[in-house]
């Protein structure tokens, strides 16, 4: 199990979110949370890499209390972790590759072989070997979101977060991401994926979770399990 609560409230700013939140994540999962803007989406992801506290309750992300979880701990349960933001949230002064490498050495990569390797691999499963010494600005929205899961998964993380991951892009531009992270799927990663797009889980059959009137719903469990 890689994610577990049981009767947890989220609030934000005293305000309640969500609340008698009873959620299980196991391996090898593709979870969308659905709900219009507003709904507590958002906040339930961030409670789960620790930005917002648990309120009230029991959570547990990959072993790790978040009811007492201390801040100093929270560096390494994100290592643990791959999160993809909406606003893609690139360094603009650096290129691709230094961007990656960034995160390697923050995340304790050492040697600089190991670390060019790695870009490389992400990159290639990303679709963009070629972009590695190009700023963001110099990439469309689509590649700066490939450039970003490209970030989310170069330590291999057994939890995937993606907030919202398409809502800035074209059509064809999403579902190039979608088919991306289907296939991170795939390969054994557990991906959970914030969206108000009503589509995407027709065309990618996953768990679907519906954030409304402050509480989480579980609409459909429809998942073909990593092969």
Known sequence: MLV???????????????????????DGQFIYVLGEVGCGKTSLLKSIYGELPIAAG?????DNDMTHVRPRH??????QLGIVFQ?????????????LDFVLRATGWSKKIDRERRIIEVLEQVGLPEKTRHLPHELSGGEQQRVCIARAILNKPKLLLADEPTANLDIENGRRVMELLNGIRLQGTTVVMSTHNEQWPKEFPGIVWRCKDGKLLIESCELARAE
């Not at 609030?11 to 609340?19: G, I, K």
Request: hydrophobic fraction near 35%; aromatic fraction near 4%.
């Open 87 to 99: 606003d893609f949230q690139l360094l603009r002064d650096r290129t691709v590759d230094e961007n």
């Open 4 to 26: 577990k609560y049981e009767q947890v409230q989220l609030c934000q700013d005293d305000q309640e979110v969500l609340s008698d939140l009873n959620l299980e994540i196991s």
């Open 58 to 62: 029991e959570a547990t992300v990959l």
């Open 74 to 79: 929270l560096p390494k349960l994100r290592r």
